[in-house]
T-cell receptor, first 115, second 113 residues
Framework: NAGVTQTPKFQVLKTGQSMTLQCAQD?????MYWYRQDPGMGLRLIYY???????DKGEVPNGYNVSRLNKREFSLRLESAAPSQTSVYFC??????????????FGPGTRLTVT | QKEVEQDPGPLSVPEGAIVSLNCTYS??????FMWYRQYSRKGPELLMY????GNKEDGRFTAQVDKSSKYISLFIRDSQPSDSATYLC?????????????FGKGTKLTVNP
């Protein structure tokens, strides 16, 4: 998954704790996305950013905040973690290349467990 | 109704079998149709995309779109154990002035040697 990096790879939180998931891209693309993936639920969009300085809600934004720090970085923050936020979180960018005009290129994911 | 519906499976086939993976969609405005492949503990990666109706072939993979019935399919010929993964269909939707992908829930495929 070169091009999109995520930190951390794994995290265990207690209910009520806060944390920030970091995403960075070196592909110089405008659009960045945060998804969560749960068994049987597929990929669900949490927030996205069409360009630096703009962010918008996706399908499941409750309990999350985001920050598009600059063109490279898009962070996802859990202010008060809940067990329902146990999931795998993916950051993605949209590219236009040989594989298609709207290819989303995903990071390796962050596995978060909230106890 | 969810915009993209996909049978989650799981689907288990012997090596060499022809695999058919299917999705239906509800938004007739969709123009781009994609298939992503996701190996265990990895992020999804784009496998193929098609634009509008028809077939598109890439090696052992064929993507097919039938816009009249809002049905998209991925066929894998001569399936290999290395094809074992979760396959997600996706469409592009434009909301709020930017493109977003709408994913199906994914079908887990296992190809047994």
């Amino acid at each position: 998954n070169a091009g999109v990096t995520q930190t951390p790879k794994f995290q265990v939180l207690k209910t009520g704790q806060s944390m920030t998931l970091q995403c960075a891209q070196d592909m110089n693309h405008n659009s960045m996305y945060w998804y969560r993936q749960d068994p049987g639920m597929g990929l669900r969009l949490i927030y996205y950013s069409a360009s630096e300085g703009t962010t918008d809600k996706g399908e499941v934004p409750n309990g999350y905040n985001v920050s598009r720090l600059n063109k490279r970085e898009f962070s996802l923050r859990l202010e008060s973690a809940a067990p329902s936020q146990t999931s795998v979180y993916f950051c993605a960018i949209t590219t236009s290349g040989l594989k298609g005009p709207y290819e989303q290129y995903f990071g390796p994911g962050t596995r978060l467990t909230v106890t | 109704q969810k915009e993209v519906e996909q049978d989650p499976g799981p689907l288990s086939v012997p090596e060499g079998a022809i695999v058919s993976l299917n999705c239906t969609y509800s938004n007739s405005a969709f123009q781009y149709f994609m298939w992503y492949r996701q190996y265990s503990r990895k992020g999804p990666e784009l496998l193929m995309y098609t634009y509008s109706s028809g077939n598109k072939e890439d090696g052992r993979f064929t993507a097919q779109v039938d816009k009249s019935s809002k049905y998209i399919s991925l066929f894998i010929r001569d399936s290999q154990p290395s094809d074992s993964a979760t396959y997600l269909c996706a469409n592009v939707a434009w909301k709020g002035g930017s493109e977003k992908l709408v994913f199906g829930k994914g079908t887990k495929l296992t190809v047994n040697p």
